[in-house]
C-alpha cells in the first residue's frame, strides 16, 4: 500500500474556490490505472476537461429521463424478490444498478439479475473486488475480466459504426447506448474502454448504495415510508390501480425528493475525498486549536475533507442533525429551526466545484424509479427481528470507493398481488414462514 502524507483540516472550502488551485493527489492516478485507466476520474487538466467535455452530453441526451434503460432492470428485479421471505436487498440493488449503467452505455443490460448468467455473475464479482482493492494500487486480477467483457462490446460497437452518425443523431438511437454516441467522436478502443469504466464506476456502486440505504431507513421509520407510499398512491397509483411512472410523476413527489436528500446527507457516495494543492499556499481557516487559525500548505500535500462529518455537523442541520428526517428539506416545515434552502457548500452529496458529478440526475431519477415501482408493487416491508434495524450512524459501515451497508439490507416484502387475491399480509407471511 503506498503511504503518503494526508492533510486533514477542520474547515475548508477546496473545491469551489478560484484562489486554491488543487488536484487529485499524485498516489490516485498510480492507483486506479490498472482498473480503469486515464479519464474524468484520474485526469488533470486539458485532459480532464476533454474527457469531462466528450461526456457531460450524454447525460443531457434524450436516452436520460425516459426510464427506457431502467424499466426492464426493474421489473427483473421485482420477480428476484420472494414473497414474504425474508432477502438480502443490498446485492440485488448492486446488480439493478450494473445492469441499468451497462444498459445506459452499451445499449444492453448485463442482466446481472438473471441467475444463470454466469458471465454477468463473473463481471459483476470482477468489478467489486477491483474496487475493493483499488486502493492499494495491486495488479488487479478482477480488471481483466471487466476487460474482457467491455472490449467485446466495443469491437461489436466498432463493426456496426457509420460515418453518417458524424452528420445526424442517428447514434441516439443505435443499440449502442452511449458508447454509440462516444463513436462519433474517437474510435481508440482503449479510449472508449477507459470512458466506459469510469461512467460505470460512478453510476454502479454509488446508487446502489444509496437504494440499500433508502430502503433501510424506510422500513425502519414506517411513518415515513407511510407517508412516501400516500404520495406514491395519489400520482401514480399502487397494487392494482398502479400505472408506469415518467418523469413528470417523479417531478411531483416532493416527499420523495427529500427523503433521498436525507439518505444522501446520512449517507453520501464519498465519504471521505481529498485534493492536492498544485502551488504552496494557505488555507485562511481550519487549523489551531478551534479551527480557525490559518494553514500553511506545501505543494503537493493532500488534503482531507470528510462529507460525511460535515453533513452530521449541528450547526449546519440543527441538534437531530445525526437522525433520520426528510421534513428538515420541507421549507413549509415549521418544526425546522435551520433552513436548507441556502445550505450551499455544506451538502455534497455529489461534490462540487468544476468536478461535481455529471451523473447526478440520471442516479436520481434511477433511484426514484425504482423505489416507486417497488411500493407500487408491495403494500408492507419488514425488517428481520433477529437483525433490528439500528438508529443511522450505529450500524456496520464499510469504506472503499463507496461506503455500503457491511449487515447488509435484509427485509421481507409482502406483494399487493397476495392480498389481492384474498391472502393478506397475514396469510403471505405465515406461508413464506411454513415454506
Known sequence: MLITPLLSTFEQTLLGVSGIDTIDPIYRPAEWKPFIGPGVFTQEGDDWKHSRALLLPLFVSKRVGNFL?????????????????????????????????????FGKAIRSLAGENKEAKAFGEAFRISQEYVSYRGRLGGSIVVHKWIDKEIREALKGYSSSWNDAD????TDYGFLGSLLVDTQDPKVLRDAML???????????????????LLVKHE?????????????????????TPDRNDVKKMQYLSYILKEVLRLYPYVPINSRAAIKTTVLPTGGGPDGTAPIFVKKGTAVGYAVYAMHRRKELYGKDAELFRPERWDPLEEANSIDL?????????????????????????????LIIRLIQNFQSFECDPARPMPEAGQEGQDVTLVLASRDGCWIRAFAYAAAEKGEGIEGARTHAQGS
Open 69 to 105: 434503460e431502467v424499466q426492464e432492470s426493474v421489473e427483473a428485479l421485482i420477480k428476484c424478490i420472494p414473497e414474504g421471505k425474508l432477502v438480502d436487498f443490498q446485492p440485488m440493488m448492486f446488480s439493478f444498478t450494473l445492469d441499468g449503467t451497462t444498459y445506459l452505455l
Open 170 to 173: 442517428d447514434h441516439e438511437l
Open 198 to 216: 469510469n461512467v460505470l464506476l460512478a453510476g454502479r456502486d454509488t446508487t446502489g448504495c444509496l437504494l440499500t440505504w433508502t430502503m433501510r
Open 223 to 243: 411513518k415515513v415510508m407511510s407517508k412516501l407510499r400516500d404520495e406514491v398512491r395519489i400520482v401514480v397509483g399502487v397494487g392494482s390501480d398502479a400505472r
Open 341 to 369: 434552502k441556502n445550505i450551499g457548500w455544506g451538502y455534497l452529496p455529489f461534490n462540487g466545484g468544476p468536478r461535481v458529478c455529471i451523473g447526478q440526475v440520471f442516479a436520481l431519477l434511477e433511484s426514484s424509479y
